[in-house]
């Protein structure tokens, strides 16, 4: 953690939370995160794995509670502070950061709408688990939908046309739950809820959707196997398919008439996080650069006393300085504003994963044969950071929507 710190307004606390977070993840996260991506995905989610171990040695340090307030138990951080959490987490894994971030789905819901229904069944349990036993999963991609999930004010949303698979219908007391989920969804494979994302008015396309809280762990609910993939291998995801499902009224906490603004609310927070996610990858393949370049000899001389490396290097820098700026600068923002604008939050995840992957991507080539060898960690940040230029909307899609979002404000 050698970087300058260029907020000379932190305080104590951060330093602290800072210190402690790297340090539980270079310790803990990032050599398990290793040993977990040459195994199967099906060893990865077996129970007593490396991965329960570590995500209940999280939840014992009530990192699970990150996004829920002091007042009912959680880590009570401010927006800064909690920029900061992710960043360090993520230098040690990525992967780990994700699924931990999506642990809290239902929680953070339900701490937003503070009622008694929510608090009890999602709040208070999840706060008080200290062996990872309750952990969420947001529901929102599918077989046939992806990032047009989330273009929020756009004709196509709206469109009759293009709906959610998975369905809501009211039936009694209870709403009833039919469909599918992708192989996409972040502990899919693991949770034991979903904040699922789904289809009440499909006369209204996406908008007529609403949210539901709802337990995996019930008759009608099935997951396919884990996914097999490129990076972030610690980060279970997999299917979800609903055949008659339940779920209460109390736990439907979006209808259509909210919908669109909670998915923007949503898409604001996610992509926020993701943004500081991805500023800590950067930070720790760049760091990896430079201790590698002041270790390896080429041409007679140390790699660092090149000319062309430390101009390279150079590079690396302002990208990640400029992701950690944009970042932090885009989740203080929205944090503290409702709506939020979450064309700032769009931007700082397609500009941190893309600097992540170019720093991860100068890295591998500076590190030569090694770097594509599983002898050094880069081999594995390069591959984790290729994953975040599609994950939680695919940067191509989110410039898109953040474009007309621009453009309605102008």
Avoid at 251 to 258: F, L, T, Y
Avoid at 381 to 406: K, V
Wanted: hydrophobic content about 40%.
């Amino acid at each position: 953690m050698p970087y300058t710190e260029l907020n000379l307004e932190l305080s104590e606390e951060h330093e602290l939370l800072k210190e402690e977070v790297h340090k539980f993840a270079m310790e803990v996260l990032r050599p398990a995160s290793l040993e977990l991506d040459k195994l199967s995905p099906s060893e990865v989610v077996k129970k007593g794995s490396l991965y329960w171990e570590c995500m209940a040695r999280m939840y014992q340090n009530n990192y699970h509670t990150v996004l829920i307030s002091d007042a009912y138990g959680g880590l009570g951080l401010d927006p800064l502070g909690v920029h900061i959490f992710w960043e360090e987490l993520a230098y040690g894994s990525v992967g780990f950061a994700v699924s931990l971030g999506c642990s809290c789905f239902s929680s953070f819901y339900a701490t937003m709408l503070c009622e008694d229904y929510l608090i009890d069944n999602f709040v208070t349990p999840f706060v008080n688990c200290k062996d990872a036993s309750i952990m969420s999963c947001w529901g929102i991609t599918e077989p046939q939908h992806g990032s047009d999930n989330l273009m929020t004010g756009t004709e196509f949303f709206r469109d009759p046309a293009h709906a959610h698979q998975v369905k809501a219908k009211r039936k009694g007391g209870k709403w009833v739950i039919n469909g599918q989920k992708s192989a996409w969804i972040s502990n899919g494979p693991v949770a034991s809820d979903v904040a699922l994302f789904v289809n009440m008015d499909a006369s209204c396309g996406f908008s007529g959707g609403g949210i539901c809280l709802l337990n995996l762990d019930q008759p009608g609910v099935s997951r396919g196997k884990p996914l097999d993939k490129l990076g972030q291998r610690e980060l279970p995801q997999g299917e979800l398919f609903f055949d008659g499902a339940e779920c209460s009224e109390e736990a439907m906490i979006v209808d259509p008439e909210s919908y669109e603004s909670m998915t923007e609310l949503t898409l604001g927070h996610a992509n926020a996080t993701m943004g500081a996610y991805f500023t800590g990858l950067a930070q720790a393949a760049f760091d990896l650069s430079m201790d590698y370049s002041r270790e390896r000899v080429q041409g007679g001389k140390l790699l660092s006393e090149h000319q062309l490396v430390q101009r390279k290097l150079f590079d690396m820098f302002v990208k990640v300085e400029t992701a950690r700026a944009f970042s932090r600068s885009a989740m203080v923002f929205n944090m503290n504003t409702t709506p939020p604008k979450v064309q700032y939050s769009i931007g700082a995840k397609v500009f941190c994963t893309e600097a992540a992957f170019q720093v991860a991507s100068d890295s591998v080539q500076l590190f030569g044969g090694y770097g594509v060898s599983k002898d050094f960690p880069i081999e594995k940040l390069f591959r984790d950071a290729r994953a975040g230029l599609i994950e939680d909307g695919s940067n191509d899609s989110l410039s898109l929507a953040a474009g007309l979002m621009i453009l309605r404000e102008a």
